[in-house]
């Protein structure tokens, strides 16, 4: 990037604010803990007031903060940008640094897979330009304007994830992006506290469409349930519509795959265009996500065939299928597949079928899968059968959920049941051996990263599978 992110006379432009002081900013940030030389900090009302946090992120380096008022503590001639709202201003930044980009933008949602696809988006879209895309799973009413805000303007692709749990909340964040390219990866029964139906749930996703701009181009799984319903709306949004999986009609199409322990091989085609690749995650989801990635590829109009040794190379984002070796201090190890980030019964189903392509003993270590409403014991329990089909030789449980998991499972599979996840960890190290491969997968509150964390202390040395290679 050359030049400032922001100058203070574009952000109180962006903002309605005030700013006493000339000051020039590299990036923008919310949070006090990790603000650095050359922020921009952001005073947001959140479960803290941001503003008790203001003098903290000054003395790191932060270049500026957006206040409503000066703190106590911040001595009167400090770098403050006075505006009515925080967050309305964070909304302001994110706006006005959309205005002035020309970047291809690519908004993703879905109820499944969409933090990873947008990950591998911005692999593959940053062989051909600076590429700018949300940080981690910064897909809510804060995150988007936070990712926004963070633009460069010489970005040539933005690509952003948009989440929900309620109608109407993907048309708030949708106008704020703008997208050239909407994504649908996936509808899956999550947050079923707040939809009645999967259908509902379509419905929600499809207003994503609703503020496409440009060329105005619709990537969607022709796989999911409800997949007629985000075609209707995406034509009515009078998108151009490219359809990806296995479906018949699906412009990027599976015609086969062989599914390995660690990666995939693809056969597939885009149009009249065939193709034979490989997926360097594991699974058949993964398959057709890359599917997916070819279809948004050629909607950006990137090269397709360039591509592909791109998707050869993609790894797992971090809690989201990542794969370490853990190495124990008598010589022994396990393959932990760290799938602790977040969890419904589409993903949990996904991430068992990969633990079924592993070679020794597999291990499940799983945690409750949350805001699945009414059916919840119901989904739960349903994995009894799934776990025992991929051969799942110890099952371990966290949670309150998971006990309708235990009560199906039975003597099928050696099971057992903790009440949440510290309880669980304590208890690790007298379950595993040499050799297993572990999967530690749950819903974000069911804290299964607190198993992980545990797993890793257990050895004396980590490395990725990448490290491995090397």
Known sequence: ???PLWTAVDAASATAG????????SHVSIDSRTAGEGDLFVALRAARDGHEFVADALKKGATAAVVTARPEDVPEDAPLLLVEDCMTA???????????????????TGSVGKTGFKAALARICARFGETHASDRSYNNHWGVPLSLANMPPAARFGIYEMGMNRPGEIRALTAQVRPHVAVVTAIAPAH???????????????????????????????????????FE??????????????????????????????????????????FD?????????????????????FALELPVDAILDDLARLEPVAGRGRRETVRFPDGGRITLIDESYNA????????????????????????????LGSGSE???????????????????????????????????VECHHAPDSATLAGELESRLRDGDTVLVKGSLGSRMQVVVDALRSLGHGVTTNAEEEV
């Open 1 to 3: 990037m050359t030049g």
């Open 344 to 371: 419904n019964p589409v993903s949990m189903r996904a991430a068992i079928e990969v633990l079924a392509a592993q070679r020794g003993r597999r291990v499940a270590i799983l945690g409750d899968m949350l805001e």
């Open 18 to 25: 005030r700013s006493r002081r000339f000051w020039q900013a």
């Open 90 to 108: 964070l909304e302001g930044l994110g706006a006005f640094a959309r205005e002035r980009s020309r970047a291809r933008i690519v908004g993703v």
């Open 233 to 274: 709306h995406a034509r009515a949004a009078r998108a151009a519509v490219i359809g990806y999986g296995s479906a018949k009609g699906a412009r990027a199409q599976l015609i086969d795959c062989e599914l390995l322990d660690d990666r995939s091989r693809v056969h597939a085609r885009l149009d009249s265009r065939k």
């Open 277 to 297: 690749y490989e997926v360097g995650i594991a699974g058949h989801h993964w398959v057709i996500n890359s599917l997916g990635l070819i279809a948004a590829a």
């Open 378 to 412: 119901r989904m739960h329990a349903d994995l009894a059968e799934v776990l025992e089909g991929a051969g799942v030789g110890l099952l371990l449980l966290a949670g309150p959920m998971t006990a309708a998991l235990a009560e199906a499972m039975g003597s099928r």
């Open 192 to 230: 079923m506290e707040f939809f009645a139906s999967l259908d509902d749930i379509a419905r929600a996703k499809s207003e994503i469409f609703e503020s496409l701009e440009g060329d105005r181009v619709a990537v969607i799984n022709a796989d999911a349930p409800g997949a007629e319903i985000l």
